[in-house]
Nanobody, 124 residues
Framework: QVQLVESGGGLVQAGGSLRLSCAASGRTFSSYAMGWFRQASGKGRDFVASINWTGGITYYADSVKGRFTISRDNAKNTVYLQMNSLKPEDTAVYYC?????????????????WGQGTQVTVSS
């Protein structure tokens, strides 16, 4: 079992930036992929980005490509989501998730552990 704790959310104006962090404990961090999902109020949980166990392969939702960057530091057991050029439609609770395996994935079912979420609010 993996325990995940997100941080870095907050309120930012449109066009601004935030960096989310997710600290993991439990299983060996470098043995599994990681991902970020988000859930806006009244909507389902959507894929944002994922990264494989080495950090060499990443996937992004079309809505965030070119604006968000996922990365990981296996020495610090931490995954990051750098969010630039934020838009009001990026407002959501952001969750990090630990993959069931080493390969980056996009479906929630491919992730076995979830953090508690961190709120990101982008004002217009």
């Amino acid at each position: 079992q993996v325990q995940l704790v997100e941080s870095g959310g907050g309120l930012v104006q449109a066009g601004g930036s935030l960096r989310l962090s997710c600290a993991a404990s439990g299983r060996t961090f470098s043995s599994y992929a990681m991902g970020w999902f988000r859930q806006a109020s009244g909507k389902g949980r959507d894929f944002v980005a994922s990264i494989n166990w080495t950090g060499g392969i990443t996937y992004y939702a079309d809505s965030v490509k070119g604006r968000f960057t996922i990365s990981r530091d296996n020495a610090k057991n931490t995954v990051y989501l750098q969010m630039n050029s934020l838009k009001p439609e990026d407002t959501a609770v952001y969750y990090c998730a630990a993959g069931r395996g080493k390969f980056a994935a996009t479906a929630p079912a491919d992730f076995g552990s979830w953090g508690q979420g961190t709120q990101v609010t982008v004002s217009s």
